[in-house]
């Protein structure tokens, strides 16, 4: 959609100014709760631009997002629910407004977490499924905090550190490699992971 495209331009530019370690901050947190575009083309651009504080980045931009999902979780837990048990006018607003929030996807990530637990916070965080529904969602349905932080601290992190080191390493000519194939190679790294996990599991 074209206004999406607009709001990444407008992302994109704090890369040419001063104040692009702030912006990265305050976009790594918001995207964790309510804003549509995810903060890793501006992490991109910056570590090009500065490519010794790659790590640096990763690590402020890893610290908003946690950040922010514990904004996204509180959202969930005292605020998305009326007292007779229906949703508050707070969550008819994100429904109607906010891309990526509707009443059944809601009760499907639910689902998912009865099923994955651990497993399904850490993909939302690491590939690129919107991860504001799935921070909110935490809190509306109670999901153990500790787990939750846990989770969200290994895939951002995860997510993060792998961006700014491709190109710590690369530089230039792997940015055009992952601005067009990031998503299924996130996805790719975490079914691996999963399936590592539960192929121990099974062996042991």
């Keep these: 959609m074209q206004w999406i495209r607009k709001i990444y331009d407008w992302v994109l530019h704090w890369a040419e100014t001063p104040y692009g370690p702030i912006a990265l901050f305050l976009l790594a947190f918001a995207e964790a709760s309510f804003f549509p575009v995810p903060p890793d083309a501006l992490l991109i651009a910056l570590v090009l631009g500065a490519r010794k504080k790659a790590f640096s ?6 610290i908003a997002s946690v950040t922010g999902a514990l904004l996204g979780y509180s959202i969930g837990h005292f605020a998305w629910w009326s007292g007779t048990g229906e949703f508050s006018s707070f969550a008819q607003f994100f429904y109607n407004n906010i891309p990526g929030f509707n009443e059944k996807i809601f009760f499907d990530v639910k689902a998912l977490y009865e099923k994955w637990n651990f497993w399904i916070i850490f993909t939302a965080g690491f590939t690129p499924i919107p991860y504001k529904v799935f921070t909110i969602s935490a809190g509306a349905f109670d999901i153990n905090l500790v787990l939750f932080i846990i989770a969200s601290i290994v895939s951002r992190a995860g997510r993060f550190f792998l961006v700014s080191f491709l190109i710590w390493k690369f530089g230039e000519q ?4 992952i601005d067009k194939y990031f998503n299924w190679l996130a ?3 975490t079914v691996l992971l999963i399936g590592g996990f539960f192929a121990i599991n099974y062996i042991l």
Excluded: D, G, N, R
């Design 174 to 177: 792997i940015k055009s490699f």
């Design 57 to 62: 980045f990763a690590l402020l931009c890893t």
């Design 187 to 189: 996805i790719a790294f």
